[in-house]
Nanobody, 121 residues
């Protein structure tokens, strides 16, 4: 069992930065690739970024590549998403996820409750 709790969302102007954090509880954290997904109003949930349990591999959606960076600390059971050069189209609820593997289409075993990110123009 893994419980995921996100923090760090908020309101920011376009061009600004935010850092999201996800804290996991449960011994199985290091068994999972970890990912971030987002869901904008009226749209389906979409993949944003993922990182392997070893931290050697990362994967990004084209829409965030070069602007967002995912990282994890297995000792602290945390996974972060640093978001720079934010755009209004990044506005969404962001979800932390424990994935079976790093692929965007991987099954997700656990979801966090989500944190709202709003980017004003």
């Amino acid at each position: 069992q893994v419980r995921l709790v996100e923090s760090g969302g908020g309101l920011v102007q376009a061009g600004g930065s935010l850092r999201l954090s996800c804290r996991a509880s449960g011994r199985a954290f290091s068994n999972y690739a970890m990912g971030w997904f987002r869901q904008a109003p009226g749209k389906e949930r979409e993949f944003v970024a993922s990182i392997s349990w070893s931290r050697r591999s990362t994967y990004y959606a084209d829409s965030v590549k070069g602007r967002f960076t995912i990282s994890r600390d297995n000792a602290e059971n945390t996974v972060d998403l640093q978001m720079n050069s934010l755009k209004p189209e990044d506005t969404a609820v962001y979800y932390c996820a424990a994935q079976r593997d790093i692929r965007p289409t991987s099954d997700v075993d656990y979801w966090g409750q989500g944190t709202q990110v709003t980017v004003s123009s």
